[in-house]
């Protein structure tokens, strides 16, 4: 059965305090990683997408990277507005579906 | 920038009451989802449109009914709702899958079934 895991759970951080959220994933023949920010109250905001392994995408404070069997989201000196969940999601091979985790919820602290 | 709009944003419904959730998007997107998101169980598809005219199952279909009215629209209907059937329900569009692009997703509603 396909699976995404996320960890850990929960996260808190001192504002500049860097740190990576990890994404492991059992997709069959994954054509794609997605990583998303979920604000509360809000819907999923799309980040990246990695297509293989080695990859890496940089946004403003964040990193995504892919093996064949995670994928890590690094925050390098966070801000207090990185606070939110953190979502990954694999795409299933010749499939329109997206499985995704449960989610990290990132807190940043002033 | 609309992008994905769905209404109503917030609902309380009784056992046994019909609702129907609707979702539009202005990308000229082919595909459309629906997703619920529950606490601790993260967010899982429920039905999904891979174009106009198509409906699939998703993961949790039961109880619930789709239809893709046009390309743009992609309304949820519950029949008769349940209390497991609280939660807060996403719509989300895409280009496809297929082609390796992000889906956008909608800033949900919450239901809740008493």
């Known amino acids: 059965e396909d699976q995404v895991t996320q960890s850990p759970e929960a996260l808190r951080l001192q504002e500049g305090e860097s740190s990576s959220l990890n994404c492991s994933y059992t997709?069959?023949?994954?054509?794609?990683l997605f990583w998303y920010r979920q604000d509360p109250g809000k819907g999923p905001e799309f980040l990246f997408t990695l297509y293989s392994a080695g990859e890496e995408k940089e946004k403003e404070r964040l990193k995504a990277t892919l093996t064949k069997k995670e994928s890590f989201l690094h925050i390098t000196a966070p801000k207090p507005e990185d606070s939110a969940t953190y979502l990954c999601?694999?795409?299933?091979?010749?499939?329109?579906?997206?499985?995704f985790g449960k989610g990290t919820k990132l807190t940043v602290n002033p | 920038n609309a992008g994905v709009t769905q209404t109503p944003k917030f609902q309380v419904l009784k056992t046994g009451q019909s609702m129907t959730l609707q979702c539009a998007q202005d990308?000229?997107?082919?595909?459309m989802y629906w997703y619920r998101q529950d606490p601790g169980m993260g967010l899982r598809l429920i039905y999904y449109?891979?174009?106009?005219?198509?409906?699939d199952k998703g993961e949790v279909p039961n109880g619930y009914n789709v239809s893709r009215l046009n390309k743009r629209e992609f309304s949820l209907r519950l029949e008769s709702a349940a209390p497991s059937q609280t939660s807060v329900y996403f719509c989300?569009?895409?280009?496809?899958?297929?082609?390796?692009?992000?889906?956008?997703f909608g800033d949900g509603t919450r239901l809740s079934i008493l």
């Open positions: 449109s891979a174009s106009e005219g198509t409906t």
């Open positions: 997709v069959s023949g994954l054509r794609g």
């Open positions: 990308m000229n997107h082919n595909s």
């Open positions: 999601a694999g795409a299933q091979g010749g499939s329109e579906k997206l499985v």
């Open positions: 989300a569009s895409s280009t496809g899958l297929v082609s390796n692009q992000p889906q956008h």
